[in-house]
């Protein structure tokens, strides 16, 4: 059927093209390069293309769909084929020292996937494949490195860091399965730096972190200021690093996280997530001595203030968010900072539900730099979020 099809182009592009396809050795040289065409007419290649689309390898890493002859040539692994056989699944990594050129490329650590214990920087190097590329994604598929100390939770041993884009706070510890967003800029700007600086504490590290260009006219393109985007109309959040059993959460911490507004969606809603490892939940530990039954904390606090329930020195922000079974006609005012112990929109000891129909859907997380004696063994949080439809009949 497909030699059929490719004949009947003789017809539609002429008959020189023919020509030039009768002295190539088959049909599949021709749309995988293995001919020499005439420059007048236009390569089939580009009108079924079968690359650059992502493919994923047996091994499970996402790759690029190229012609069997691109992959050696472009510095990258074969890892099967794709396309129904007509093309090769090839995936591109880069360790220390190494440049990325190539979109849905891998920045592992030496000896991947064997752990690495040694001091130093590992340090590659993006550059944009196209001046039209204003952001990276970068998807921690592993990501153990040394965690923080224990008193101050700070990244004093090891940190990824991210420089040349948007500001990244550095961040430690574990977090498989979390990302990042990060403004690459306009044009052909100053290529971003990712780095792993590791001391000389042994630990059995391990990073995978996939590089993403994301395009600025595209639909995956995070708003400005998101350093986390969701999509979807459910979905978890969680700061980096946690774990309710050993997880600490990071101090000096300052970003967003953001949820795309899904169609004839007008209303969100957050709970805390389930906690299968403690007798008492520790999903939500942003604040106070975790070690002891913490309650909840709301509102702006700080030095100075009356109020030993008020959010001074590390807090989530949303936009007035109210306990979910209340309704938004309610007198009970909303609440801006949550932190504590336990998460409610209202002072207590009983986690519950809560909801706002602000938009954009957005929640910000702040972290100061010190901990003790006040906060003591916060773990950090997890939330589970469910957008909710519109009701009133006006969709968005």
Not at 150 to 167: A, E, K, M, R
Not at 175 to 196: C, E, F, K, R, T
Request: with cysteine; aromatic share 10%; proline share 5%.
């Amino acid at each position: 059927m497909l030699l059929k099809y490719f004949f009947g182009l003789c017809v539609v592009f002429s008959v020189g093209f023919c020509e030039n396809s009768r002295k190539s050795t088959s049909w599949k040289d021709f749309l995988f390069g293995g001919f020499k065409r005439d420059s007048r007419f236009l390569p089939l290649f580009t009108v079924v293309q079968i690359g650059p689309g992502n493919c994923v390898a047996s091994s499970g890493e996402v790759g690029n769909c190229l012609p069997n002859s691109d992959c050696a040539l472009r510095g990258g692994i074969p890892s099967g084929p794709c396309a129904g056989g007509f093309g090769l699944c090839c995936i591109f990594m880069q360790t220390c020292g190494g440049i990325i050129r190539e979109n849905t490329t891998y920045f592992v650590n030496p000896n991947h996937p064997d752990v690495y214990d040694s001091a130093g920087s590992c340090q590659v190097t993006v550059q944009k494949i196209h001046p039209d590329i204003c952001q990276l994604r970068l998807d921690f598929d592993m990501l153990s490195i040394a965690p923080p100390e224990n008193i101050n939770h700070i990244c004093n041993q090891d940190q990824l860091l991210v420089s040349g884009g948007s500001p990244v706070p550095s961040i430690c510890g574990t977090s498989n399965g979390d990302h990042m967003y990060v403004d690459a800029g306009l044009g052909l700007s100053n290529p971003i730096m990712i780095s792993i600086i590791t001391s000389g504490t042994s630990f059995p590290r391990i990073w995978r972190i996939r590089v993403t260009q994301i395009h600025c006219g595209s639909i995956s393109r995070a708003p400005q200021g998101c350093l986390q985007y969701h999509t979807g109309i459910n979905g978890k959040v969680k700061s980096f690093n946690y774990n309710v059993v050993s997880g600490r959460q990071l101090s000096n911490q300052d970003y967003s996280i953001c949820m795309r507004t899904e169609k004839n969606f007008c209303s969100i809603q957050y709970s805390a997530c389930a906690d299968l490892e403690n007798n008492r939940s520790r999903a939500f530990t942003i604040s106070g001595n975790s070690n002891n039954v913490i309650g909840t904390m709301v509102g702006v606090g700080g030095q100075g203030s009356s109020s030993t329930n008020a959010c001074g020195n590390d807090w989530l922000l949303f936009g007035c968010v109210k306990v979910a079974s209340r309704p938004q006609s309610s007198s009970i005012a909303c609440e801006d900072r949550i932190c504590g112990g336990t998460f409610n929109a209202e002072v207590g000891l009983s986690s519950m539900p809560v909801s706002t129909n602000i938009r954009p859907f957005r929640i910000y997380f702040h972290a100061d730099s010190s901990e003790a004696p006040i906060d003591i063994d916060n773990r950090g949080f997890c939330l589970d979020y469910v957008q909710q439809p519109c009701t009133n009949g006006l969709f968005n």
